[in-house]
C-alpha cells in the first residue's frame, strides 16, 4: 500500500539521505506480500483473485508513528504502524492466499522501511530521526507493482476496497 504525499516522499528523501542505494527505486510502502515473481500466464487469475481481496475489506485510517527495527535479525530500521496495523495483517492473510499462497522467511509485520541493509552507525542514525516521524492518512485500498528492466518498482494495477 502506498505512503501518500507528502509523507511518502518525506520517507523517501530520508531513505537516500541515509544513503540507502534502493531509495529512489522502490516507492514508499506497505508490503502486503514480499517480492514474488510469476509467471505472464498466471496474472489474469492473480488480478481476479487481488480485486476479490479488495472487494471484501473496507477503507481505513492508517497512522505512522515513530520509528522499529528488525535488527539484530534482519539491518532494517522502520517506521511503525500505530494504526492500520491489524487491518494490513488481515489484508495481507487473504493476498496471500490462492494463486499467491506461499511461505514467508519471516512472519508477517506491517511497517514503512526508512534504512536496509546499511553500516549499524547509519541505521543507528535512521532509528533517532525517525522516532518524531508522525503522519496520518486515509488507505482505500492497495496496489499491485512490477519490478521493470532497469530495477525500479513501479505501480502497475490499483485496487479499491469494497
Given amino acids: 500500500m502506498s505512503v501518500p504525499d507528502p ?25 502486503l506480500l514480499p517480492p514474488t515473481e510469476v509467471p505472464a500466464e498466471a496474472l489474469p487469475k492473480i488480478e481476479e483473485h487481488l480485486a476479490a481481496v479488495a472487494a471484501a475489506h473496507r477503507p481505513f485510517r492508517m497512522l505512522l508513528s515513530g520509528s522499529g527495527t528488525f535488527r539484530p535479525v534482519s539491518p532494517v530500521v522502520f ?5 492500520g496495523a491489524r487491518e494490513c495483517r488481515l489484508l495481507e492473510a487473504d493476498v496471500r492466499s490462492g494463486p499467491l499462497a ?29 522516532r518524531d516521524f508522525r503522519a ?14 532497469d530495477e525500479v518498482w513501479r505501480p502497475w494495477r490499483s485496487y479499491s476496497f469494497g
Fill in 79 to 83: 517506521v511503525r504502524l500505530e494504526e
Fill in 7 to 31: 509523507y511518502g516522499t518525506a520517507i523517501q528523501d530520508a531513505r537516500a539521505g541515509h544513503g540507502d542505494p534502493l531509495a529512489r527505486s522502490i516507492p514508499t510502502h506497505v508490503t
Fill in 102 to 130: 506461499r511461505e514467508l522467511a519471516f512472519p508477517y509485520h506491517p511497517h514503512v522501511t526508512v534504512a536496509h541493509g546499511l553500516p549499524e552507525d547509519v541505521l543507528d542514525q535512521a532509528y533517532e530521526q525517525a
Fill in 136 to 149: 496520518s492518512f486515509p488507505v482505500p485500498g492497495f496496489g499491485l507493482s512490477r519490478f521493470d528492466e
